[in-house]
């Protein structure tokens, strides 16, 4: 085995996003790409000497090859152990788990989450810091500036290491350590929840159908839905996780897991029905002819959680980002809970659950968690809606019409416009920002505009600050709008366009939510110009 040495200079745009860094896959195939992000990760944390780290992705091409070139490199750079996950996988929540009970020093997790894998689709790379959690920006800022710094990398000469049997090997005198990626996690969650009487429900012929999407939960879910509660087979479809998640889309909402949608719209809908997404730490819920919206899972956790052994004592507090529907706040309100709002990305919720001021949290991209970990967590979210179901009886139609006519319901829906061009999106944005401070009373669509400003965030643990977080606009009522630019996506710009109604009545609490919201909609377009900027007529995605 030998120390190589190799010299390479600066690469553009390795700036991380929203969630680490995602480039097409061809992009980090490229000559040096990989091996330059991986050379900054090490530099932005002080470097890997004697280190201990947690490895493993969600399986999508190029994952292996990765794993094995990360490998390499933190030998090269005398880091002590990596923790790898059996043939390099890993789901986001799970080496979120093994970083915090290895108690190691981070972790690097392979994932461009719910976006398409293949040659010529995505492929991403992230650093979580030793409480689990995504790196904080000052961290990946570090990241980025050694990027733009770099002149060499060291990397060992070597045969690739044998990730499929488990056990420990030595690497040019690292230890490479591969882990069974299920068992510790299934762990975590028996301490979580009731086991025996979630084994009692499905006893009792309760049927579910979990669309694992090809992709990274696959394995987990069987694990624990199959295996451990004694669902029976099949309740778990495309369970076989893939590097092209079968050709398909993993993302769980319902365009992309319509499959899903159909079967539970049907006539013999089992009675709950859920997926994850490429990297397990979304999660999409939907009951027999009942689709429930993140922020409306977030909010019903939040007033059900108690049912769960975990969550038995209370919650500390919550949170939620900006852009979710304030239903959250509603339960946080009637229940005496603090509630924080932080800006999109899991990471902002780290530090309030590090110290305490709260227990669970959510977004309204599919993510929902608990301080059980720092990575939002799909499987666990299922477990937790399963324990709701078991502890009250009623069915996911039942919980949500009692939920709305208790607290009210917020009618919600994002609007997604995908790569748009980026001039046209920043221009949007940038016109609509200068006209926030002339807005409030003015209307549109008849509906009058409460407050408008741009979302800035300080955080209330160690006083950071992050800016331009996204446009609110509030309306009398209880509406809003809201407006960003995804910082996750690899193509052009995506325009986030966040709609929401609040609905007192219970009579008026069950109509479709886009009709609901089309005032709020056409206020959007109006305010905004979205099809005279950006050329589009409709969103590509309605979640
Ligand atoms: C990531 C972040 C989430 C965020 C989502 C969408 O999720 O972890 O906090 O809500 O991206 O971000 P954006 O609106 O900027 O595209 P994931 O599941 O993609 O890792």
């Known amino acids: 085995m030998e120390r190589l040495t190799i010299q390479t200079s600066p690469i553009d745009g390795q700036k991380p996003g929203t969630s680490g860094l995602r480039k097409k896959t061809r992009v980090f195939m490229g000559r040096h790409y990989l091996e330059n992000f991986v050379q900054a990760i090490w530099d932005g944390i002080g470097g890997v000497a004697g280190k201990t780290l947690v490895l493993g992705g969600d399986g999508r091409y190029f994952n292996d090859r990765a794993a094995q070139i990360i490998l390499r490199m933190a030998a090269a750079s005398d880091a002590a152990r990596v923790i790898v996950g059996q043939n390099g996988l890993l789901s986001t929540p799970a ?60 990397i060992i000469e070597t045969h690739d290491i044998d990730l499929a049997r488990l056990g420990e090997t030595d690497l040019a005198g690292m230890v490479v350590e591969v882990v069974d990626p299920v068992a510790d996690y299934v762990t975590l969650m028996e301490q979580l929840f009731d086991f025996d009487r979630l084994r009692a429900l499905f006893a009792g012929g309760f049927r579910m159908r979990f669309d694992a999407m090809h992709a990274i939960t696959g394995p987990y879910a069987t694990a624990i839905l199959e295996e451990a509660l004694g669902a029976p087979p099949g309740t778990v479809v495309n369970g076989m996780p ?48 009942a689709y429930v919206t993140p922020s409306d899972s977030l909010a019903v956790l939040a007033a059900h959680a108690q ?64 301080d059980h970990v720092r990575e939002k967590d799909g499987v666990w979210a299922v477990l937790l809606w399963l324990s709701i179901l078991a502890g009250t009886g009623r069915s996911v139609a039942e919980i949500l019409a009692a939920h709305w006519a208790e607290f009210g319901r917020n009618y919600y829906s994002r609007h997604d416009y995908e790569a748009v061009d ?99 909609i056409a206020a959007a377009d109006a305010l905004a110009g979205i099809t005279a900027r950006t050329g589009r007529t409709a969103p590509d995605v309605r979640t």
């Open 242 to 289: 893939s590097p092209d998640f079968g050709g398909g889309h993993p993302d769980p909402n319902p365009i992309w897991a319509k499959d899903l949608m159909d079967v539970m719209m049907g006539d013999d809908a089992p009675d709950f029905g859920a997926a994850s997404d490429g990297d397990g730490d979304r999660n999409m819920i939907v009951g027999r002819g």
């Open 422 to 520: 980026s001039d046209a999106a920043n221009g949007l944005m940038e016109a609509l920002r200068a006209r926030l401070p002339e807005l409030p009373g003015q209307s549109f669509e008849n509906l009058v505009i409460a407050a408008a400003d741009e979302f800035a965030y300080d955080d209330p643990v160690d006083g950071s600050r992050a800016e331009a977080q996204g446009l609110r606009i509030d309306f009398d009522g209880g509406a809003r709008v809201v407006m960003r630019l995804s910082g996750t996506g690899t193509e052009g710009a995506t325009l986030r366009v966040y709609l929401e109604a609040l609905e007192l009545d219970p009579a008026k609490q069950h109509e479709d939510p886009q009709a609901a919201l089309a005032p709020v």
């Open 95 to 154: 080496a979120s788990n093994l970083i915090r009970k290895r108690g190691t020093d981070g972790g690097i997790i392979l994932s461009a989450s719910h976006n398409p894998g293949g040659i010529d689709e995505d492929f991403g790379i992230k650093f979580n810091t030793p409480n689990g959690g995504p790196a904080p920006a000052d961290v990946t800022e570090r990241m980025f500036a050694a990027s733009r710094e770099i002149t060499e990398y060291a």
């Open 307 to 370: 049912l769960a052994p975990g969550y038995a004592g209370g919650l500390a507090g919550v949170a939620r980002s900006m852009p979710t529907s304030r239903a959250l706040d509603r339960v946080a309100a009637a229940r005496g809970l603090d509630c924080y709002e932080t800006p999109t990305g899991w990471k902002f919720f780290g530090n309030l659950l590090d110290a305490g001021k709260i227990t669970l949290c959510g977004e309204e991209s599919a993510g929902t968690g608990s």
